[in-house]
């Protein structure tokens, strides 16, 4: 079955705890990016990856980073987290650029940073 | 700036009405405008994407339209069910400063009662 993966489904951690959130696809697409979802604010792009080793800031990248070391992983790392990383995050990928490419969601990972 | 639209923020129907749910963008230059369901806590579904050089999709008891000169999409769910009860998003790809982007309403929490 096509599908984007995503792990923790839920993570409950303290301030400045590394962590890493995984994603994985498995439809060889070229594109994934990261999101966070917030009420009032909807969905925010943090990070987004044009291929392997192609990584870009999306319109909210403090405090994150990723990496793109194979076509089917993505995964969102949070070095130091904080409490206004309290989120709910989507992975996603899409078979080329999102202008002209339906995307494809991960099921989502509810962050708490106390 | 892209900026995406979706009013009402929330709408309950009585079961069995056909009913629309409206999207804006404030830029016409897009390249497709997509729509998703998100049911709570859980990740966005694909519904129809419609590409900059259409007018319609449909898909089943689903259709979205599109008016690029005046910036609008609706989205039209014949014969409501409450199974439908979801939040609708719509989101626009678009090319920004250096590559292509999908900019997200913050979307339309429906209620179909039963």
């Known amino acids: 079955e096509a599908q984007v993966t995503q792990n923790p489904r839920y993570l409950i951690t303290v301030t400045g705890k590394k962590l890493t959130v995984t994603c994985s696809q498995n439809m060889n697409h070229e594109y994934m990016s990261w999101y966070r979802q917030d009420p009032g604010l909807g969905l925010r792009q943090i990070y987004y990856?044009?291929?392997?080793?192609?990584?870009d800031k999306g319109d909210v990248p403090e405090g994150y980073k990723v990496s793109r070391k194979e076509k089917r992983n993505f995964p969102l790392i949070l070095e130091s987290p904080s409490p206004n990383q309290t989120s709910l995050y989507f992975c996603?990928?899409?078979?080329?650029?999102?202008?002209?490419?339906?995307?494809?969601f991960g099921p989502g990972t509810r962050l708490t940073v106390t | 700036k892209q900026e995406v639209t979706q009013i009402p923020a929330a709408l309950s129907v009585p079961e069995g009405e056909n009913l629309v749910l409206n999207c804006s963008f404030t830029d016409s230059a897009i390249y497709n405008l997509q729509w998703f369901r998100q049911d709570p806590g859980k990740g966005l579904t694909s519904l129809l994407l419609?590409?900059?050089?259409?007018r319609e999709q449909t898909s089943g008891r689903l259709n979205a339209s599109l008016d690029k000169s005046s910036g609008r999409s609706t989205l039209y769910i014949a014969a409501s069910q409450p199974g439908d009860s979801a939040t609708y998003l719509c989101?626009?790809?678009?090319?920004?400063?250096?590559?292509?982007?999908?900019?997200f309403g913050k979307g339309t929490r429906l209620h179909i009662l039963p």
């Open positions: 990856s044009m291929n392997v080793e192609v990584t």
């Open positions: 996603a990928s899409s078979p080329g650029g999102l202008a002209y490419y339906e995307q494809y």
């Open positions: 989101a626009v790809g678009t090319f920004t400063n250096r590559d292509d982007k999908i900019i």
């Open positions: 419609i590409q900059s050089s259409q």
